[in-house]
């Protein structure tokens, strides 16, 4: 069996960031070098704050990546995620801050990040953002998340 890699967060008490600006994500070596393949996180109880009125605002993230040489620790995107919930930004800082902090500290072949976001004043946003066109011969499945149908 191979060494584990060091990580700041797995195995430890950790306290939850006070700001995404404050939390630090953990990288660790992508156990599958030289192979192309999708990892994907869902987030299905997304928190953050509206920026106006201060009152919560709900998603279902979907973030897919492409590893390079590094892979995101789960636990640590755990509490970055969880930074939000005391954040306000609008829904599309959010969503594209989220994909672009990723994207420009893992430097995965390829990222991209879908916000699915619950209604608020009646209208659902929905926040989409990639790092460029998927590497050639990547398989990449649906998102999964149907559009915002209210009760019918």
Same mark, same amino acid.
């Given at each position: 069996m191979s060494e584990q890699p060091k990580t700041a967060f797995l195995g430890?008490?950790?306290? !939850?960031?006070?700001?995404?600006?404050?939390?630090n994500l953990d990288y660790v070596p992508n156990p599958r070098p030289g192979t192309l393949y999708v990892a994907r996180f869902a987030v299905p109880e997304f928190?953050? !704050?509206?920026p106006v009125t201060g009152q919560p605002d709900f998603a279902h993230l979907v973030i897919d990546y492409a590893p390079d040489a590094t892979i995101v620790e789960s636990k640590s995107l755990k509490l970055f995620l969880g930074s939000f919930r005391n954040h306000a930004a609008f829904h599309e800082d959010c969503t594209v801050g989220?994909?672009?902090r990723l994207f420009d500290e893992m430097k995965p072949h390829w990222l991209r990040i879908g916000g699915y976001?619950?209604?608020?004043?009646?209208?659902?946003?929905?926040?989409?953002?990639q790092s460029g066109e998927p590497p050639k011969g990547l398989w990449l499945p649906d998102q999964g998340v149907a559009p915002y149908r209210g009760r019918g």
């Open positions: 430890q008490q950790s306290d !939850l960031p006070s700001s995404p600006e404050d939390a928190t953050s !704050l509206c989220i994909g672009q976001w619950y209604p608020r004043g009646g209208i659902p946003i929905d926040v989409f953002w």
